[in-house]
């Protein structure tokens, strides 16, 4: 058995195991009615498939159908059946009725030949049919091949392929070489391996990638990496994989996604484990390079660890009221962690970020100070001084205070590491470290920390004070809003979209992004969702941040789909190949090439955001109105032509539904701004709505499918479709709404998540459900009654958070795990708004 390199393989990122079945995890029998799947073989390839970062396949010339049935305890196995020719992961219709009478007459000529010789068997495949002669005398073997291939000789559509004991006649050209290269799209997968036992694996053999591993079952010439005699040798490096591989993954002890907590000041942002560990803060901005990046590049890359010596584990960590700061417990010891933001917006435009740690109690601390900038791609040099520690390498000044506190140096690598034991009780019970970005002066403080922190409480806890939410959802929708906050850029008016960049959206995977841009839609859809709890102040900072914008473009209609937090253009999208991402998920960019893409349905949610700070009682502003009138007049230039979507669809333009909708949105709620500003309709205006709307009713309904779809002409579902309901294109009481909202939830729905779409996009891999849409769901299950089912729905979304009640963008159903960037502002406005659909349905 190949065992040191199984063992290697089972610390790849995200792996790939493929197996074909008679002969391999099947012993060979007579007539393929008697095959049982071998219950060693079946066991282990049950616990890889369970395991995260971890796809199970089986390629056979067996019948789709007959496959399904007898791995349906394998958990989310990837079926190809008819040596490929049947995909699993698409839906089929079966083959045409001309494929079936030629079919159908290549059986009979079979049948005919094996009649002449005892032992031979013709089995009857949707897409071949089968001479299988082990049963038949050694003797006789040549003369059914040759009359096997007689039979093809005068049928150029049928294509000879020998298997073991067994000649098959098939109507597809594709073999288990491309079944092994579609699995490995599908999975996204890092490594491959592959076990099989006759000629038609050959192929798979072939296709195999160099960092991959092929096994042959049984004797015979092979173009494997390597043999096994038997079934039983398959049982047993299956079962040996899925050991190694349990084992790699419990090493790795990442913390999952959705257990971060964050610290903000409206600047810059930091992520914070239940250790309270510092792995992730960029500076001076969110979009900034990282100084600390552990969360993408392992300790390597960078953090601040404060943790008792005794090596005692955390008892709690929350945040204190409505607040960002967080309070990390242990028997003895607290630590008190925050961004100070007691110098409000004018000390945010200072430049100036003071990341505070204050520890209280009793026992010894180790402190370990291990800055990285950026993202640990220029060495950390760190000079120890009076009251602190100051690093040398960066851009700004920077420095550590940490008054009292004995620190020794450490090379590591390139880079130096501040290190400390502090006894709190020699120090009076308390310490304060505060690291100092845009200042090297480690002097005290004029303004006292605990004058400091109470302010800082003050700028969160008094903010979430004034919002209207409804009593029984306060926590979530108070946490949601304070998330969306902390995303919000104090001094510019830009909101994030996220926190990180290249958090994957599949473990291992490939689709990793850098989300800490703004979106212009998913900002104004923030801003209209804080709007809705009463806060009209950040909708206002937009609208002057977004005509800014605008004022410089040639034309509006070439607003770009996302922008620098300080309102530039983002340069090119970049890796860092340097740090190994996320569990192993790399690459890790920096920059978004979306930035470069068409997405025509920015320009409704802006629109729609100016439209709700009316009706909310705001006055409209002159920039305000222009900022209108600059997006319609971009509807009225560009909705007829294709885009990439909200999706970002790294492929064509296509003529998405939803965008089509947003630019009906966009003219429709221009004509609640033009009356409120002018107190006149607007003719024209509503002309082209409408227009607008008839184009989407007739090209965006798919007959067959029962649905509105993701674009013109396409079967394929998608859930941002549920806008058109939910912005009221069309009437709730329309059939196709209701039949729309239900195809969603049949096809995209998986337990308390709801995926993007289904079809393929394009990218290697898979990814997880999108919380934003699950929560569109909920609200689109109000609009059709279904309340108590919407109330269901939104708990499962509401577990998904992390124990400080964040969310990330994405979440895995099948291993209950966070994907995706974090926290999410789309996750969080989608459950702001899902959440006030639910109360407003109880009233």
Not at 563 to 581: P, T
Not at 646 to 672: Q, T
């Amino acid at each position: 058995m190949p065992r040191s390199r199984l063992q290697t393989l089972a610390a790849s990122p995200l792996l790939l195991v493929g197996t074909d079945f008679d002969g391999t995890i099947s012993a060979l029998t007579s007539t393929p009615a008697e095959a049982r799947v071998d219950p060693r073989c079946l066991a282990a390839l049950e616990r890889l498939a369970r395991l995260p970062c971890t796809r199970v396949v089986v390629i056979s010339g067996r019948p789709l159908s007959w496959l399904r049935e007898v791995t349906r305890t394998i958990p989310h196995v990837v079926l190809f059946g008819s040596h490929g020719a049947e995909d699993g992961s698409v839906s089929s219709v079966g083959p045409d009725a001309s494929v079936e009478r030629v079919l159908a007459r290549v059986a009979r000529r079979l049948e005919a030949a094996a009649a002449r010789w005892p032992g031979c068997l013709v089995e009857r495949k949707p897409l071949a049919a089968g001479l299988h002669y082990r049963r038949a005398d050694p003797a006789h073997v040549p003369a059914i091949i040759a009359a096997a291939r007689e039979v093809a000789g005068d049928m150029p559509e049928v294509s000879v392929r020998p298997g073991s004991m067994v000649v098959e006649l098939c109507f597809s050209a594709l073999h288990k070489g491309d079944a092994i290269a579609r699995a490995r799209y599908l999975a996204g997968a890092v490594h491959t391996v592959f076990f099989g036992d006759d000629a038609t694996d050959e192929d798979a053999f072939a296709a195999m990638g160099d960092q991959d591993f092929s096994i042959r079952v049984g004797p015979g010439e092979t173009g494997a990496d390597a043999s096994v005699a038997s079934v039983a040798d398959v049982a047993e490096s299956l079962e040996l994989l899925a050991e190694q591989r349990e084992r790699w993954l419990r090493s790795r002890a990442v913390v999952p996604i959705e257990r971060h907590s964050i610290l903000s000041d409206q600047r810059s942002l930091a992520l914070v484990t239940p250790g309270a560990k510092i792995v992730w803060l960029c500076l001076p901005r969110i979009d900034s390079p990282a100084l600390f990046a552990e969360l993408l590049g392992g300790p390597a890359a960078g953090f601040f660890a404060v943790e008792p010596e005794n090596g005692a584990a955390p008892t709690v960590q929350s945040y204190l009221e409505d607040s960002l700061l967080l309070r990390t417990s242990w028997p003895g010891l607290a630590v008190t962690d925050y961004l100070d933001c007691s110098g409000g917006r004018a000390y945010q435009r200072a430049g100036r970020s003071d990341l505070v740690r204050v520890l209280e109690g009793r026992g010894r601390v180790r402190v370990t100070f291990a800055p990285r900038p950026d993202f640990g791609r220029v060495p950390a040099t760190l000079e120890l001084r009076e009251g602190g520690v100051e690093i040398t390498s960066t851009s700004e000044p920077c420095v550590l205070s940490a008054p009292g506190v004995e620190w020794t140096i450490e090379q590591s690598g390139p880079h130096q590491t501040a290190r400390a034991s502090v006894d709190l009780e020699s120090l009076g019970g308390a310490v304060t470290l505060e690291l100092r970005f845009g200042a090297a002066n480690l002097k005290p403080s004029i303004v006292p920390e605990p004058q400091r922190r109470a302010q800082t409480n003050r700028h969160w806890s008094g903010w979430a004070g004034a919002l209207r939410v409804p009593p029984a959802l306060r926590a979530p929708l108070v946490r949601s809003a304070l998330t969306i906050k902390a995303l919000c850029n104090g001094s510019g008016g830009a909101i994030a979209a996220a926190g990180t960049t290249s958090l994957p959206e599949q473990l291992g995977g490939v689709r990793n992004w850098d989300y800490r841009f703004c979106w212009p839609r998913d900002a104004a859809m923030a801003a209209t969702a804080l709007l809705r709890l009463g806060n009209t102040g950040h909708a206002m900072k937009l609208v002057e941040w977004l005509t800014s914008i605008v004022d410089r473009l040639e034309s509006p209609d070439r607003l770009r789909p996302i922008y620098a937090v300080r309102g530039e253009e983002l340069g090119s999208e970049a890796e860092i190949g340097s740090l190994d991402g996320y569990a192993g998920s790399r690459p890790v960019r920096i920059g978004n090439a979306a930035a470069q893409q068409v997405q025509l349905d920015v320009f409704g949610p802006i629109v729609h955001m100016v439209a709700s700070l009316i009706e909310s009682g705001v006055a409209v502003s002159p920039d305000a109105w222009r900022l209108v009138r600059a997006m319609v007049q971009a509807v009225e230039t560009r909705w007829e032509e294709p885009d990439h979507g909200i999706w970002e669809i790294r492929g064509p333009r296509r003529h998405h539904v939803h965008s089509k909708v947003m630019c009906w949105h966009a003219v429709d709620r221009a004509l609640v701004v033009h009356d409120a500003v002018l107190g006149k309709d607007h003719a024209q205006w509503r002309a082209l709505r409408d227009r607008i709307a008839a184009d989407v009713v007739e090209k965006g309904w798919n007959e067959s499918v029962r649905a509105f779809t993701i674009a013109y002409g396409s079967a394929d579902l998608d859930a941002a479709a549920l806008t058109i309901g939910l912005t009221g294109l069309i009437l709730h009481s329309d059939p196709r709404w209701a039949a729309t909202v239900e195809a969603v939830e049949k096809h995209l729905r998986q337990g308390a998540t709801v995926y993007r779409y289904r079809g393929d996009d394009g990218l290697p891999g898979t990814e997880g459900g999108f919380v934003i849409c699950a929560c569109w769901l909920v609200e689109a299950m109000v609009t059709v009654g279904r309340v108590d089912d919407a109330r269901r729905l939104f708990d499962g979304i509401l577990a998904q958070a992390g124990p400080t009640g964040l969310l990330a963008e994405q979440w895995d159903p099948a291993h209950a795990l966070a994907l995706g960037n974090f926290p999410q502002t789309y996750s969080h406005l989608g459950l702001i708004n899902a959440a006030l659909a639910l109360a407003a349905a109880r009233e």
